[in-house]
């Protein structure tokens, strides 16, 4: 049997893993026409952590990454408005708060796989079956690729899922982002931080070798002309006023290490598996980033497949119990970061100081539950 992977990113490359593992070696097709390091900096949590170690990889990636001891959501002018302590919670679920750059990961993950099994600039723009019940790929360069089985990986734009879903398409969150990796020299970061503020939200993130992972984060309309083409003179404009470091660190972006994009998710869909094909990763079930949950259930998807292929023989069966075991579960992460995000970037002069006063009582048992329903991993 042949299983064909299309997306070479963090779900793709997992999943590559995650087969091989039980014995299936899949091919990944990978738009991009060269493995480049990209992109910026993300959270692991303890759910994505404990799924790479079911693969054995979890410190390797350990090694190139940062635990960080605590995560908390600030005020403007700095002022704690909730805390998470990851060293307490890292004793429940395992490392928690996990900070690693996205080049690293990706990097730590190809190593994890024979050279050829990544094929790069194999773009695909839909599909159809074979007479046999195969899949036959249809590539961008007017080439045909078969296999017996796909796992489509190919992100919130997915080509796969807009031929199967055509009504399911990315809906704009109401917020534009930012993002950087600077150089923290002299800034004192130990802690992840996220500041709540009516100008937009602005997160601080301590990566290894004294980098430091920012994202800005501010309400617009869609695709809006004006801050597509934001300077990093614009954005400290925009957060002017904000706590220190704030400001020294808005100081340290610039036009080349600043990568832009609207916030975008997918509305929950009902299906993952059609036979021969399942979705998984951004492609299934794209998330808005207010969890951190984006990449996290993109790891779990990739452990729990190949969970499932490993039971069941018949690699239809085990798409489809993959499916329902992960409808509830990326559901509930979707919707819930999608409030989450519309709380967060509230600018209601009457709405914002309750919103803070109301996160400063919340009690800890109810944080408890949630973390407790987002950080176990069921495999």
């Not at 990454?65 to 403007?76: C, E, K, M, S, T």
């Not at 080509?159 to 150089?183: E, F, K, N």
């Not at 075991?325 to 989450?340: A, G, I, N």
Request: glycine share 8%.
């Amino acid at each position: 049997m042949q299983f064909t992977i299309l997306g070479g990113g963090i779900a793709g490359l997992t999943a590559a893993i995650a087969l091989k593992k039980i014995g299936i070696r899949a091919t990944v097709l990978e738009s991009a026409p060269d493995i480049r390091p990209v992109g910026a900096g993300l959270l692991l949590a303890a759910n994505a952590v404990k799924a790479y170690e079911q693969l054995g990889i979890a410190e390797k990636i350990a090694a190139r990454g940062r635990a960080l001891p605590v995560f908390q959501i600030l005020d403007h002018k700095g002022r704690v408005l909730t805390s998470a302590d990851a060293r307490t919670i890292s004793e429940r679920y395992g490392l928690h708060n996990f900070a690693i750059h996205r080049a690293d990961l990706h990097e730590a993950l190809l190593a994890e796989l024979d050279a050829d099994q990544v094929q790069t600039a194999q773009r695909a723009d839909g599909f159809s079956r074979d007479t046999d019940g195969g899949i036959a790929l249809h590539l961008t360069d007017g080439s045909t690729r078969r296999t017996d089985y796909l796992i489509a990986a190919d992100g919130i734009h997915s080509a796969i899922r807009r031929q199967l879903l055509p009504g399911s398409t990315p809906r704009y969150a109401g917020y534009t982002c930012w993002r950087a990796v600077v150089d923290g020299d002299g800034l004192g970061l130990d802690a992840a931080t996220e500041t709540w503020g009516a100008q937009g939200r602005f997160g601080i993130v301590p990566l290894p070798e004294g980098k430091v992972y920012c994202f800005a984060c501010v309400n617009a309309p869609e695709n809006d002309p004006v801050l597509r083409t934001a300077t990093a003179a614009d954005l400290r404009r925009i957060f002017e006023g904000y706590h220190a470091p704030i400001p020294a660190i808005l100081d340290r972006f610039n036009e080349n290490n600043m990568i832009w994009n609207d916030i975008a998710d997918l509305a929950p869909v009902d299906r993952f598996a059609y036979d021969r094909i399942v979705l998984i990763g951004d492609a299934a079930h794209a998330t808005t980033p207010n969890l951190g949950q984006g990449a996290c259930q993109a790891i779990e998807d990739a452990v729990i497949l190949a969970g499932m292929l490993k039971i069941h023989p018949d690699p239809e069966q085990a798409f489809r119990a993959f499916e329902q075991k992960r409808l509830p579960r990326t559901r509930f992460v979707v919707e819930t970061s999608r409030r989450m995000g519309a709380i967060a970037q509230s600018q209601n002069p009457l709405w914002i100081p309750l919103r803070n006063a109301l996160l400063r009582l919340i009690p800890q048992s109810w944080n408890e539950r949630q973390m407790n329903r987002l950080l176990t991993f069921e495999q």
